[in-house]
């Protein structure tokens, strides 16, 4: 890229941005505009502070307490570019956000959760699922951005709606009320809003809604229904009219709305004022007693007269759901249930899931297997409410936790890995600060406002006027000495012992901001909180610094969080690194260039040609041996205490190799089920389900921690690493793996720790004509078949599209013209072409996604089909996970142009990295919809245009109202034209079309 494009796109990435850029997360957004780095080094800069200094002209810095933001230098030429974007609406993503890691992170929440109720939109209530989950919202559930395997998520709004003024206790006639109300019922039979109840009764009555009445109207059944949510606001609220008797549930299961999508009644105007509602699930299929299948055709058989299950049993089930709250598979209760607790699983619970409804949900997710259910334990209330109280007192209201799921936050200090002091940068919190303490400079510059604090006592709240400036801050009074006095700055996290008299009185104006400075505890390192060694590197990496924090458990206090450093190439876990301060070197075997090894063990090779040894040593010997005993003590153990129910990216726990347990590093995480790990000891790297992991038994966490990984990262000399043949890897792991004959010469030592290597497979000579380097490097093991081209069809080639034809998945049912579906937006490039997906199907495609980790993740060194052909449909290998694509060319290079059919990129992949897409991932319709903007006239849509479009509807949850479908055969064919409606603001509700209405003069209309 020129200098001048990449100035081009850094323009581009701050104006999109009218709040600015933090720049710890610059290099991510401009990544992900662009999909490579600002080059700062390569350009001959220290930094990336110093390059951005250095180009005034196209970005303009300011520090905002302790955050150098990044804002577009505003020239003649862009200053319309500006005004645009200031016109714009605030993004709701924090500013501490960077896209970047976000793309690498996983999120919490389940792989197989499903929303529990559909997007708001207006005057419409949500079609609920029919399931009941411990995630509900006050206002719309909105998913996170989809990462490296799209994880679903909810962000959970604490915004209450407003409560009409009409809404006040006083008299009024029951009997009146209650038929005015029917007669509005009878008018929407579908429901409303409670908090539109009073005035829609206005309107219709021309008369208030007593406030009394809707207290009372919970009791009125026989008049309505009232939906409660896990919130108890009562704005909130859904009223119904009086649903029929529901059916026993003994006697007949629960089902689902038949109807995928909700049809609606649409004004001829194309911004109508209302979308009606059709009728929603009754409230009672809510409760979490109650079961519903997601697929209405084959509900769960519930027998009559079935065998309760024992009450030990019984417990033992809650036990293991309540370790996995996101879910748990079926099919493996048998086997973890022995494991876990040593005795026979009972019989005849998964051929009849109804015996378990009392004690958990159920949820098929794979439409095409029935044996595969998902079980969900019970219920609980979300705590946090968007936020935990963290540190209050009775005057001032508790801090939340942000919403966002890698908020920035400064560390301010590390006593011990369980107690961190950080604040959390942004809206709300930062920025919130600086203007609180900026009005309290200039109250406090005023002499009448000094008033001392006449006798302070501990715990007092008293106003400090910073040394030396003008600052004034909020303190609290820890000690009192005679003339002096210890306080705690309690928005910034530090203490200090000062004069009696530099203690003024706070006004209770300056009381209704939480405290600013927070305590957290980092994931993975409770046992060695006080190690010497992991404070060190923590103090080092960390205090002082901005960094990015990933929230574990929300309702621990205090919160478990990973810390990340961003400010490089790749990311840093800080919690990996400290935990790393604890190895003992001197249990590793030194490597030295031209030294000869022997009894050496390569434990794996892989398709690039690089291979991982162990070495004799220490650590080998001392690792054996407490696996050893880890083995005993798993045997005897009865509880479900060692299985992983919080996993995170860097977790170091046990998992199987082999038969024996081994240990493992967290890699990488598709949802909350499967996940990607990494036999450290033995450099193999697996895809694995969460039930699959177990917990170092604490009294054996200190010693395996202090030993090294054990697994050495080598390469064969005269040998390049990079796609070997599938001959060559087979060949190399027949003759060395597994072997502890072997021995190794080294020849060179790589800064990023690969080491160059001479191998043998005897003890005899170290001629480097006796290696294994030399007998491949002078064998046929090289010779590749050459690249396919495009060019005319072969008969295999028709065979296999006429089979694919044959096997692709039922066409995806779309809404009809004036309906509405709620969507997710995967894709924006303008409002000529981006990509939906449907909001109410997404968790059955995380379900999926991580069944292909599963499966060809296993089969990776498989050589994939030798003829791949453009318009076939296979499974690809992008980022990690497994996605189902569409052969756009097989390019000459060996890469292959994929277009991802359930998300709508483009990709260039290697053709190795293609496998067979079989029948079973075949069964669920293709989520990705190619989609037009209606409302506005298809032209050349300008950059600017292009970028504030995608700043409001990319990757957010929105409300998609029809205007037509255009039909095709293949399902990647078909297209919508729609109008998009973003319903998260609880005010008002913005159409996309109206926006983009304020780009005339960025238009030009396509010849």
């Known amino acids: 890229m020129s200098d001048d494009l990449m100035k081009k796109m850094l323009r581009a990435v701050l104006q999109a941005n009218k709040n600015g850029v933090s720049i710890t997360r610059l290099q991510g957004e401009y990544r992900s505009l662009t999909g490579e780095f600002i080059p700062d080094r390569k350009l001959g800069y220290p930094s990336l502070e110093c390059f951005l200094r250095s180009i005034p002209s196209v970005v303009r810095m300011e520090n905002r307490m302790g955050e150098i933001m990044c804002f577009a230098a505003v020239c003649q030429e862009t200053a319309h570019i500006a005004q645009l974007v200031a016109r714009q609406k605030s993004s709701k993503r924090a500013p501490g956000r960077s896209q970047m890691l976000n793309c690498r992170m996983r999120s919490k929440l389940a792989s197989n959760f499903k929303p529990r109720t559909s997007l708001r939109q207006p005057d419409r209530a949500p079609v609920r699922s029919g399931w009941s989950q411990p995630y509900s919202s006050m206002g719309p559930s909105r998913p996170r951005t989809l990462s490296s395997f799209p994880a679903l998520s909810i962000t959970i709004s604490n915004v209450p709606r407003p409560t009409p003024k009409a809404l006040q206790p006083g008299d009024y006639n029951p009997q009146v009320v209650q038929n005015r109300i029917s007669e509005v019922l009878k008018k929407y039979c579908s429901g409303l809003w409670l908090s539109k109840l009073p005035s829609v009764y206005r309107d219709m009555h021309k008369q208030d809604l007593p406030g009394q009445a809707v207290i009372d109207m919970e009791n009125w ?250 600052e004034v801050v909020r303190a609290q009074v820890c000690e009192v000495m005679t003339d002096k006095v210890t306080v705690y700055y309690v928005d910034h996290g530090f203490s200090e012992v000062l004069s009696r008299t530099k203690l003024l009185e706070l006004q209770k104006d300056f009381l209704k901001l939480p405290f600013q400075a927070t305590t957290c505890t980092l994931a993975g390192l409770e046992q060695f909180s006080s190690e010497l060694s992991v404070l060190q590197t923590l103090e080092s990496l960390a205090v002082g610094k901005i960094l990015l924090v990933e929230l574990l458990q929300h309702d621990a206090d205090p ?118 790990i990494k036999f450290v000891d033995l450099g193999v790297p697996a895809s694995v389900e969460v039930i699959e992991l177990r917990e170092i038994p604490p009294s054996f966490l200190h010693e395996l921690m202090v030993i090294p990984p054990q697994a050495i990262k080598c390469c064969l000399v005269e040998l390049e690493v990079g796609v070997w043949t599938p001959e060559a890897v087979l060949w190399l792991r027949g003759a060395v ?192 919809i190619t989609a037009q903007l209606a409302g506005v006239e298809q032209c050349v849509w300008s950059e600017a245009a292009s970028i504030v479009f995608r700043n409001h509807i990319e990757k957010k949850p929105l409300v998609a109202q029809v205007e037509c479908v255009v039909e095709a055969e293949l399902p990647w064919d078909r297209k919508m034209i729609v109008y998009l409606v973003d319903t998260s603001r609880e005010e008002t509700d913005i159409w996309v079309h109206n926006i983009m209405a304020d780009f005339p003069e960025e238009q030009s209309t396509a010849a």
């Open 559 to 676: 919160p478990q969080v990973v810390l990340y450093d961003t400010s490089h190439d790749d990311e840093v876990n800080i919690n990996v690194v400290c935990l790393k301060a604890l190895q003992d070197k001197a249990m590793e075997n030194p490597l030295q260039v031209n030294s000869t090894y022997m009894n050496v063990s390569v434990t794996n090779v892989c398709s690039d040609g690089t291979i991982f040894c162990q070495l004799p040593s220490r650590g080998r010997v001392k690792l054996n041996e407490i696996l050893d005993k880890i083995e005993a003590f798993f045997i005897t153990q009865v509880t479900s205490e060692s299985l992983v129910s919080t996993p995170f990216c860097g977790k170091c726990c046990l998992a199987r190799y082999k038969g024996r347990w081994s240990r493992v590093e967290i890699t990488n995480l598709h949802g909350s089920r499967v996940l990607d």
């Open 221 to 470: 059944t026989h008049i309505c229904l009232v939906e409660k949510p896990v919130s108890t606001n009562r704005a909130d609220r859904l009223v119904y009219p009086p649903q029929s008797k529901p059916p026993s549930l003994a006697l007949s299961p629960v089902k689902p709305p038949t109807a995928p999508y909700t049809s609606t009644t649409t004004p001829t105007s194309p911004t109508p004022p209302s979308l009606i509602p059709t009728s929603p699930t009754p409230p009672f299929l809510t409760s979490p007693t109650r079961m519903a299948s997601p697929t209405p055709t084959t509900p769960i058989p519930l027998s009559p007269t079935a065998v309760s299950i024992p009450k030990e049993a019984r417990l033992r089930l809650k036990e293991l759901l309540s370790k996995y709250s996101h879910g748990l598979w079926a099919h493996a209760l048998p086997k973890l249930y022995q494991e876990t607790f040593k005795v026979p699983f009972p019989e005849d619970i998964l051929s009849n899931l109804s015996l378990l409804l009392d004690i958990c949900t159920v949820e098929y997710p794979m439409a095409d297997n029935k044996m595969k259910a998902i079980l969900y334990g019970p219920t609980t209330e979300y705590k946090a409410k968007v936020g935990l109280p963290l540190n209050s007192t009775p005057m001032v209201p508790p801090l939340l936790l942000p919403k966002e799921e890698f908020p920035s936050v400064l560390v301010v200090e590390a006593r011990s890995t369980d107690q961190v002091i950080l604040r959390y940068i942004g809206e709300g919190y930062s920025q919130a600060l600086e203007t609180m303490e900026e009005s309290m400079s200039t109250v406090y510059s005023q002499l009448s406002a000094q008033r001392l604090l006449p006798f302070p006592s501990a715990g007092e709240l008293a106003a400090v006027k910073v040394e030396g400036g003008e």
């Open 737 to 928: 793996l597994n072997s502890m004959d072997c021995s190794m010469k080294i020849s060179r030592l790589d800064e990023d720790k690969l080491v160059h290597i001479y191998l043998f497979t005897s003890k005899g000579s170290q001629d480097v004509t006796n290696s294994v380097n030399h007998q491949m490097a002078t064998s046929d093991l090289w010779k590749q078949p050459g690249p396919q081209k495009d060019g005319l069809p072969t008969l295999s080639f028709l065979d296999s599209v006429v089979a694919n034809m044959l096997v692709l998945p039922p066409l995806l049912e779309l809404p009809q013209a004036g309906q509405n579906m709620d969507v997710y937006v995967s894709v924006a490039c303008h409002p000529g072409h981006f990509v939906l997906q449907p909001w109410q199907d997404l968790y059955k495609l995380v379900v999926l996604m991580g069944e292909m980790v599963l499966y060809y993740n296993q089969r990776e060194e498989t050589p994939g089909p030798g003829d791949v052909q453009k318009g076939e449909v296979y499974a690809a290998k992008v980022d990690h996970n497994w996605h189902r694509v569409l052969v756009n060319r097989v390019l000459s290079s060996g890469l292959v142009s994929v277009y991802e059919l359930d998300y709508g990129k483009h990709e260039l992949v290697s053709c190795t990295l293609l496998q067979p897409l079989i029948e079973s991932f075949r069964q669920l319709p293709f989520q990705g």
